[in-house]
């Protein structure tokens, strides 16, 4: 027997979550998240190498690259962490890196999520702290933004 969808009331009948996971927009008119996107999602696997991730980085002009335990196409739950051109920058000066070395030793935590649909100037506090965010359309990972794309509104 269906249950009641009380079990769901903070997610489902939520609106900002609805809107977050890319299964609805928000009325009403400007730059939406989705309009920015230069990409689709381009992932790398903890096992691959860092130079594989770097040469994927540089050929996207991507800064976050998500890391992701499965192939295309990749549910939410399978992003793992992130690499961070930043991140990777600043082990490079220290020496702490290799290029051989697996992604899974350098990556950190998964990008906060935002909705495809979600306007532009509704997502800034969620990517001020990493400085990017993964946009899901309806639950599922299609790219990611960051200050670059944002920043490409002012040459629309």
Not at 64 to 74: D, E, I, K, R, T
Not at 135 to 144: A, I, K, Q, S, Y
Request: aromatic share 4%.
């Amino acid at each position: 027997m269906p249950d009641s969808g009380r079990g769901y009331l903070s997610k489902i009948f939520n609106d900002d979550w609805v809107f977050r996971h890319g299964f609805e927009d928000p009325q009403g008119n400007g730059a939406r998240v989705g309009d920015l996107l230069e990409h689709g999602l381009i992932v790398v696997e903890p096992g691959q190498s860092l130079r594989v991730a770097a040469k994927a980085m540089h050929a996207s002009g991507l800064t976050h690259l998500p890391v992701s335990a499965a192939q295309a196409p990749v549910r939410l739950a399978e992003i793992v962490g992130t690499l961070t051109e930043e991140s990777l920058a600043r082990r490079a000066i220290h020496g702490r890196i290799g290029e051989d070395d697996a992604v899974a030793d350098h990556m950190g935590p998964p990008l906060p999520i935002v909705g495809r649909g979600q306007y532009v100037r509704d997502i800034i506090d969620t990517i001020r702290p990493g400085g990017a965010a993964l946009v899901l359309d309806h639950g599922l990972p299609c790219g990611v933004i960051g200050w670059r794309e944002i920043a490409g509104i002012v040459s629309a």
